[in-house]
């Protein structure tokens, strides 16, 4: 398994601290991350790869791009042209140990989380810099199979879509983190392309206020 890369600009402290990979640098450096890399046993990471390989997960298009990952969501699709969350089937009930479970461990009602993505990031696929859309407000990430390098940046409007990460760190298979408050709002993150297949189950809780 690689060690997540360091990043250290001139007078900025490494901010992953003395263990690389653990999450705990980004923890602290970014107000509303958590991160924990032992949230399922391998008997529990089993099963939901055998649940996200039986689902019919296709290529992810954002207007007139389409992605290298596949997947398919629950609980409402974006529409990116008219920029609204459409209807959508609910989480399948075999879904429902995993949100309830990552609910507990977020301090969240299963309930709220309303909307899941499952996407599979084969090798070299790489998630381009985002926030996740306004019509969420928590995200809650779960990794399956393979580790993926996150990345995090200062969200600033107008800024060149170029800039660099400011940090990044280690997302191991069977972790899981969850973006709140600073977190989701003031920082862009991304995945770079990773180097063996891996899963993601991502879990939202719906926005009910005015972005």
Same mark, same amino acid.
């Given at each position: 398994m690689r060690a997540a890369r360091r990043l250290q600009h001139a007078g900025q402290p490494d901010l992953f601290g003395?263990?690389?990979?653990?999450?705990?640098?980004?923890?602290?450096?970014?107000?509303?991350?958590?991160?924990?890399?032992?949230?399922?046993?391998?008997?529990?990471?089993?099963?939901?790869?055998?649940?996200?390989?039986?689902?019919?997960?296709?290529?992810?298009?954002?207007?007139?791009?389409?992605?290298?990952?596949?997947?398919?969501?629950?609980?409402?699709?974006?529409?990116?042209?008219?920029?609204?969350?459409? =209807?959508?089937?609910?989480?399948p009930d075999m879904l429902h140990p995993l949100r309830d479970k990552a609910a507990a461990w977020a301090g969240i009602a299963p309930g709220d989380l309303t909307h899941a993505l499952i996407a599979e990031y084969r090798p070299g696929t790489p998630l381009g810099w985002h926030r996740d859309v306004p019509d969420f407000e928590d995200i809650v990430g779960v990794s399956l199979q393979?580790?993926?390098?996150?990345?995090?940046?200062?969200?600033? =409007?107008?800024?060149?879509?170029?800039?660099?990460?400011?940090?990044?760190?280690?997302?191991? =298979?069977?972790?899981?983190?969850?973006?709140?408050?600073?977190?989701?709002?003031?920082?862009?993150?991304?995945?770079?392309?990773?180097e063996t297949l891996r899963y993601s189950i991502t879990l939202r809780t719906r926005r009910h206020r005015t972005p």
């Open positions: 003395e263990v690389a990979g653990t999450g705990e640098g980004p923890v602290a450096a970014i107000e509303g991350l958590r991160y924990d890399n032992d949230f399922l046993s391998r008997d529990e990471e089993a099963e939901l790869l055998r649940i996200v390989q039986g689902l019919p997960l296709k290529e992810m298009r954002y207007k007139e791009y389409t992605a290298r990952r596949r997947g398919i969501g629950f609980g409402g699709s974006y529409d990116f042209d008219t920029h609204r969350l459409k =209807p959508g089937a609910p989480l393979g580790d993926a390098v996150m990345q995090f940046r200062p969200y600033v =409007p107008g800024a060149s879509a170029s800039r660099p990460s400011a940090l990044e760190f280690l997302v191991e =298979p069977r972790s899981i983190y969850v973006l709140r408050g600073p977190a989701r709002w003031d920082w862009q993150h991304a995945i770079a392309p990773t």
